[in-house]
């Protein structure tokens, strides 16, 4: 017979993701490329008199520096993993990381869609040349970051499970953001390009404070996004219908019957779950525990059974 010792009912709770060094590593570089460019693109913009160059360095601007709070959640995240403060360990340092940032790049598309329009109105010189040196510039330097979060966005992406119907429930949300992010970077250098040439070569010096607007639109988008994501998963929102549905019929194949089921992200594809059960006879919480602790995202896994007389106990809906 198998005796399970005190040992066998302790777990880590280090539920960080399963490339988090490798993601690491990848948005430090982007946060050194994404930084040099940013400062030359708000240099030239300023001097040119471009404001879409001078959107797109901003945009940059902030760029850089939610990968810098991302690179620094990653490090954070990774120290403390097994710091017996954090109950759930630090998986969500991450989400709270994109949170934050979603919240600066939406002041800022705000500040650049209102310089935008009174550009509008009053119009300004621009040095088109120059300034579309230095947008071909950026937007190389948004390709090759692209290039280097892309690998590991898409790594990860193919882990997910098929029943998993959240929004990013298994992805990494810093690396997410970053990666959508160099992608709006890289559209707004290929905006701020558009602009430039067509007020070189036709004469369109609105062009460049409207294509301003648009770039302020997309970053705006962008952030609303992040903040719903990342939001769901800070308030522990059920975010994952398609794994409820497979603990159910885990469960509830007998007489037991789910009471009450939550189940939330912990981690990048890592979640905790409580069960609460009624059965006529029901069996041991270990013994429930196991049938839907073979879904290897389920970390974290706490039930309680209840005897209920009768050999029909009644199926309820959770709340």
Do not use: Q
């Amino acid at each position: 017979m198998h005796v399970e010792t005190a040992a066998s009912y302790i777990h880590s709770h280090a539920f960080l993701g399963d490339s988090h060094d490798a993601h690491e590593r990848r948005t430090r570089w982007v946060v050194a490329l994404t930084a040099a460019m940013m400062l030359v693109e708000i240099v030239a913009g300023w001097i040119t008199g471009s404001m879409a160059l001078l959107a797109d360095g901003m945009h940059m601007a902030t760029h850089a520096g939610a990968l810098g709070v991302a690179a620094m959640a990653y490090a954070f995240a990774r120290r403390h993993a097994h710091d017996r403060r954090f109950v759930f360990g630090t998986g969500k340092v991450g989400d709270l990381a994109g949170f934050a940032s979603a919240l600066v790049l939406a002041m800022i598309a705000f500040g650049i869609g209102i310089e935008s329009f009174w550009r509008l109105l009053t119009p300004k010189t621009v040095a088109y040349t120059e300034a579309l040196w230095i947008a071909g510039l950026g937007l190389v330097v948004n390709l090759v970051s692209a290039w280097l979060l892309a690998d590991g966005h898409h790594d990860h992406h193919g882990h997910d499970h098929h029943h998993d119907h959240e929004h990013g429930g298994h992805h990494d949300n810093n690396l997410r953001s970053a990666y959508f992010h160099v992608l709006a970077d890289a559209l707004t250098s290929v905006l701020a390009i558009a602009a430039l040439l067509a007020g070189r070569f036709l004469g369109w010096a609105w062009m460049d404070a409207a294509i301003g607007i648009v770039g302020a639109t997309v970053i705006a988008r962008w952030s609303w996004g992040l903040l719903r994501d990342t939001g769901a998963v800070l308030v522990d929102a059920s975010l994952n219908p398609g794994l409820e549905a497979e603990i159910r019929e885990a469960i509830e194949d007998g007489d037991a019957r789910i009471t009450d089921l939550h189940v939330w992200r912990v981690g990048p594809g890592r979640y905790a779950s409580i069960v609460s059960l009624i059965a006529a006879d029901p069996l041991s919480p270990r013994a429930y525990a196991d049938r839907i602790t073979v879904h290897e995202e389920l970390v974290h896994v706490t039930v309680e059974s209840h005897r209920c007389e009768g050999h029909h106990a009644p199926r309820l809906r959770a709340a």
